[in-house]
């Protein structure tokens, strides 16, 4: 089982994972990503990891290609509140050389623009 919540503030997309992130799930992730991006007109992407107990490599994917967009459109990526098992996989697909990383969502919209998303 998986939930996503998102709010925007200015700019800045925060989503929020809750649950496992795997193969079956990942279409669905994209989808309202970039749902969500075109709705707010978003520049940057925090993705709040906290209550991710789970990620395999097609959420990897997913997370790559909303950089990609993201990029494309001179924005940045942040993730935060990763646990052990998905951080490791992060480090070990390289992506801590592409995207910013914070304990918190709070440490991510500080270091974007000083504000914050109101939480859900």
Do not use: P
Not at 42 to 71: A, K, P
Not at 74 to 92: A, I, P, Y
């Amino acid at each position: 089982m998986l939930t996503m919540t998102a709010e925007t503030s200015g700019k800045i997309l925060c989503v929020r994972l809750t649950g496992e992130l795997d193969h079956y799930y990942s279409e669905q992730v994209k989808e309202f990503v970039e749902s969500e991006m075109e709705a707010n007109q978003t520049q940057h992407l925090i993705w709040n990891l906290e209550q991710l107990s789970f990620m395999d490599s097609s959420g990897l994917g997913v997370v790559l290609g909303r950089y990609r967009q993201v990029n494309e459109m001179g924005g940045s990526v942040t993730v935060c509140g990763l646990n052990t098992q998905v951080k490791r996989l992060f480090q070990l697909s390289g992506l801590f050389k592409i995207m910013y990383f914070e304990k918190t969502e709070q440490d991510a919209l500080r270091r974007l623009e000083g504000s914050s998303c109101k939480m859900s």
